[in-house]
């Protein structure tokens, strides 16, 4: 009787020893998943922080050619003295569409990376307004193309009057025989 009690108190302690070995392994596993885990994440995050201060460079960049503009749009709104001054002039208007471009690059980079951040602007009548990056952009780019004098493409919106030399055409007018 002894021995089968020797027998049951020694399988006793091998399950107990058994059941804490394969909890202890239990738990190892778990915490290296979370030790990988947390390594991934900060990883991700001192990417993400990274991309976010390129942004912020960028977007800096971008507000210091907007300043820059702003220089140039104060002296163009000057009065000329003379053709030499209009020649200036003109140069200037160059320089201003060549630092529009490129602060429409710049934004470009950053749409390209997947981010569309809200940003604030300033209109020329001084009115601070916030829109999505992606529209500034869309509406720089139409504004460029219209002072460069590059064809934009029409509008498919038939409610809106197409102008065509003097005349106004509606939904593509048809000919009614009168000249005006």
Not at 75 to 101: C, F, R, T, V, W
């Amino acid at each position: 009787m002894v021995d089968a009690f020797l027998f049951f108190f020694t399988g006793l302690v091998w399950g107990a020893v058994l059941v804490f070995m394969y909890g202890s392994y239990r738990i190892e596993k778990v915490k290296k998943a979370k030790e990988a885990l947390l390594t991934q994440i900060k990883a991700k995050v001192a990417e993400m922080d990274k991309q976010k201060e390129s942004i912020k460079d960028r977007l800096i960049k971008a507000s210091e050619l907007a300043q820059t503009q702003i220089v140039i749009r104060g002296q163009l709104e000057m009065p000329s003295n003379g053709a030499l001054h209009s020649k200036y002039k003109n140069e200037l208007m160059h320089e201003m569409q060549d630092i529009e471009q490129q602060k429409i690059d710049i934004l470009k980079t950053i749409l390209a990376e997947g981010f569309d951040p809200m940003i604030t602007i300033v209109n020329d009548t001084g009115t601070k307004s916030e829109i999505a990056l992606s529209g500034y952009v869309n509406e720089a780019i139409i504004l460029l193309s219209k002072s460069l004098g590059d064809p934009i493409p029409p509008s498919t919106d038939s409610t809106n009057p197409k102008k065509n030399s003097k005349f106004i055409v509606y939904r593509g007018g048809k000919d009614d025989g009168t000249t005006h």
